[in-house]
């Protein structure tokens, strides 16, 4: 099974950026889909942004679009998430996660990064 390995993230002012990355332990299939998750303590794991592993089109949640950018480094095997204008709504524990189908719901995915904490202060 893959491994994915979280970097990045931390804390930061409203308004300002951070960027976490998820790199993929082995050559992944492009059949997979990457997305990324969030989740706040007694919260359910929110959906955040997806793309097929290999690129294409990208999907957010209505929360995080305009803001956030979910991208790949084709010769790193990595997945990124570029957050800007953060909000302190948007700290939470943030995970990579790999699947075959693009989906919302958590239960989808097969594979997760060990979580990545981000805070924003007001």
């Known amino acids: 099974q893959v491994q994915l390995i979280q970097s990045g993230g931390g804390s930061v002012q409203a308004g300002g950026s951070l960027r976490v990355s998820c790199t993929a332990s082995a050559r992944t299939s492009s059949l997979y889909f990457s997305s990324w998750f969030r989740q706040v303590p007694g919260k359910e794991r929110e959906f955040v942004a997806s793309m097929p592993w290999s690129g294409g089109i990208t999907t957010y949640a209505d929360s995080v679009k305009g803001r956030f950018t979910i991208s790949r480094d084709n010769g790193k095997n990595t997945v990124h998430l570029q957050m800007n204008s953060l909000k302190p709504e948007d700290t939470a524990v943030y995970y990579c996660?790999?699947?075959?189908?693009?989906?919302?719901?958590?239960?989808?995915?097969?594979?997760w990064g060990q979580g990545t904490q981000v805070t924003v202060s007001s």
């Open positions: 996660a790999l699947g075959f189908v693009r989906s919302t719901t958590s239960s989808s995915y097969i594979s």
